[in-house]
């Protein structure tokens, strides 16, 4: 199955195009010290916006928000806003921001890939990429902007893939304000997989200000199940949860099918 088509793609666009209504911006949760811009920086920005490209930049017109937890830290959570380019059936680039306003700030990055491109992995390689039928099944994973069965189609394109995130800037931590400035190393981030792992603040503040119902989408998304296939990295968060309980159609691909549990 096409991970994501450029047909799909331009539907998604003119789709969204025809929407009626929007979403209320999210602002960045930090403004990072600095002194006002001059105008002497003001007039290079203007010159490099007449006579320089942003080639690389333009074709990152899906939207899609999440919440991203760290994989040695699950604990420390944050909302993502993705600006994804497909580069081709299998294998997509994404820039991660704090908002979706001008002001937004550069938090990370996402790359994913299919299924198919994910099982060609080393075996090392493979524990830096997370699953995401968990985000998709639960709701989390939503298109701002987009009809529903617009939004709908995406996520059966994205249902069996992979991600393999690093956040630079933890400008959130939670629904509150984080660093002011880019601290520290890179860190994996990974995704939920089960019920009771995302602060459920986080979403409801999402889904607020979005005005998206994330229990409806993920009653909408119930036939999306019988797509998807067990995935690695799905239990790789269950000690440091463990109460939390499996999403229906969420299996980890080491776990006994019968129980659950994983084999040992």
């Known amino acids: 199955m096409p991970f994501l088509s450029r047909s799909l793609a331009a539907a998604l666009l003119g789709a969204a195009l025809a929407a009626c209504g929007g979403t209320a911006p999210t602002a960045p949760a930090v403004d990072p010290p600095g002194a006002s811009g001059t105008a002497a920086t003001r007039t290079l920005e203007a010159g490099a916006r007449a006579l320089q490209g942003t080639a ?14 760290m ?60 699953p995401h039928n968990g ?30 995130t690093w956040h630079t800037w933890h400008s959130r931590h939670g629904i509150a304000a984080g660093d002011a400035l880019p601290l520290g190393p890179a860190t994996l981030a990974w995704s939920f997989n089960r019920d009771g792992e995302v602060d459920p603040a986080l979403v409801a503040a999402r889904d607020q200000r979005t005005g998206i119902d994330s229990a409806q989408r993920r009653r909408a998304r119930e036939d999306l199940r019988t797509d998807a296939r067990p995935q690695a990295g799905v239990d790789a968060l269950r000690a440091h949860f463990p ?3 499996p999403i229906p159609g969420v299996r980890d691909a080491t776990a006994d099918p019968d129980t659950g549990d994983r084999r040992r």
């Not at 690389?56 to 937890?69: A, E, K, T």
């Open 71 to 130: 994989k040695d830290d699950p604990t420390m959570q944050m909302e993502a806003h993705h600006y994804c380019r497909q580069v081709n059936e299998d294998f997509a680039q994404c820039a991660l921001f704090d908002g979706d306003t001008v002001e937004a700030n550069l938090t990370g990055i996402e790359y994913i890939v299919s299924e198919r491109l994910f099982a060609q992995l080393p075996e090392d390689e493979r524990a830096y990429w997370h």
């Open 135 to 164: 985000e998709i099944l639960s709701g989390q994973l939503v298109a701002p902007g987009l009809p529903e069965v617009a939004e709908r189609a995406l996520m059966r394109q994205k249902i069996n893939s992979y991600g393999k």
């Open 243 to 245: 109460d939390a309980t």
């Open 56 to 69: 690389p930049l333009r074709d990152m017109d899906i939207h899609i928000v999440g919440f991203h937890p």
